[in-house]
């Protein structure tokens, strides 16, 4: 049952980073003026006044503090926050004290940053001295009582790091650690770096290993959230459904809008489209909203509510969504 509509929104391509494993295929900034930023917010007004909904906006780029128009964006979210919660999804290398302090103002429902694990690998990943700046930019969020949360992509060259995230969360006193796999977007990224089925299980293993530590302590202050594909075959928790296209959209920074980042199939462009009578009308959403379950996984117990895992992961490696999960351990 959706309870909130999401929006993920880029509000442009500018970046300080050019990480490895990045989606965005070039980094020219797409910049969209003011002007036309308000008319996205104000289309996504419309479809949670007609769908009876509250909402929730995720702010992010390319990294969204390079955006000009960051915190006006913010104050017209502040406008209506009787109805609308926001994050920022950020690298967090510029979150300055008073960037920090800025953002407080906001009462951001939390902001979160990308951590790729040790300080050589994340280097290697995000650039020379991204470990320590990300270490001062979490130090001014917390300083200002900000929900913090740390974001790990895992890829065949990273995912056994996830224990090295967990300490620098514990370090920094992190609120919540969570992670998904990495998706080869694109013929310029890299499939190789896509994790297989055994390395998924294996960490799967690692993540749920770290999670029990922490929930084995006795004062335990950090949450490793395990709620995202398949990562149930090792909690023995509710299954995750993908809700792309049901209750989530994203908005990217040329005002395309798809059912998510890492499901990049265009569905209209909102400077001349409406977002509602996207929502209600494409076939492609009306497609994901039905929840269909790959012919592979028809007799699986989970496959009511799994709907055969990460759906943007299998577009990404078939361009077809009726396949499992390829990191599916279920025969």
């Not at 995912?159 to 969570?178: D, G, L, R, T």
């Not at 004062?219 to 049901?246: D, V």
Request: hydrophobic share 35%.
């Amino acid at each position: 049952m959706v309870n909130r509509f999401i929006l993920q929104w880029h509000l442009s391509e500018a970046c300080n980073l050019k990480c490895l494993h990045c989606y965005q295929t070039n980094h020219t900034p797409v910049q969209l003026e003011y002007e036309k930023l308000v008319k996205i917010f104000n289309q996504y007004l419309e479809l949670l006044e007609k769908l009876e909904l509250p909402g929730h906006i995720n702010i992010t780029g390319g990294e969204p503090l390079c955006n000009p128009y960051f915190f006006k964006i913010l104050e017209l979210i502040n406008n209506h926050s009787d109805n609308i919660t926001f994050s920022i999804l950020t690298n967090g290398t510029l979150i300055t004290e008073e960037i920090a302090k800025k953002i407080k103002q906001f009462n951001p429902y939390y902001v979160q940053v990308s951590l790729e694990g040790g300080e050589k690998i994340n280097n290697y990943i995000r650039g020379e001295g991204t470990y320590n700046q990300i270490a001062k930019g979490i130090k001014n969020l917390k300083k200002y009582n900000i929900f913090t949360s740390i974001s790990f992509t895992a890829t065949n060259q990273n995912y056994k790091e996830f224990p090295q995230v967990v300490k620098y969360a514990k370090k920094y006193k992190v609120n919540s650690v969570w992670s998904d796999r990495y998706i080869p977007l694109g013929e310029s990224n890299d499939k190789d770096l896509a994790l297989n089925k055994e390395q998924t299980q294996e960490y799967l293993k690692i993540m749920n290993n770290e999670r029990n530590s922490l929930l084995n302590a006795k004062k335990p202050k950090i949450r490793i959230l395990m709620n995202r594909a398949l990562q149930f075959q090792m909690t023995n928790e509710y299954a995750y459904g993908c809700t792309a296209g049901e209750s989530l959209l994203t908005v990217m920074e040329n005002a395309d809008l798809v059912p998510c980042r890492r499901m990049p199939i265009v569905i209209g462009n909102l400077l001349k489209d409406n977002m509602y009578e996207l929502y209600m009308n494409n076939n492609i959403l009306k497609d994901l909203r039905t929840k269909k379950i790959p012919d592979e996984c028809i007799e699986c117990e989970h496959s009511k509510m799994c709907h055969g895992g990460l759906k943007c992961l299998t577009y990404a490696i078939y361009k077809d969504l009726n396949h499992k999960d390829i990191g599916c351990s279920e025969q």
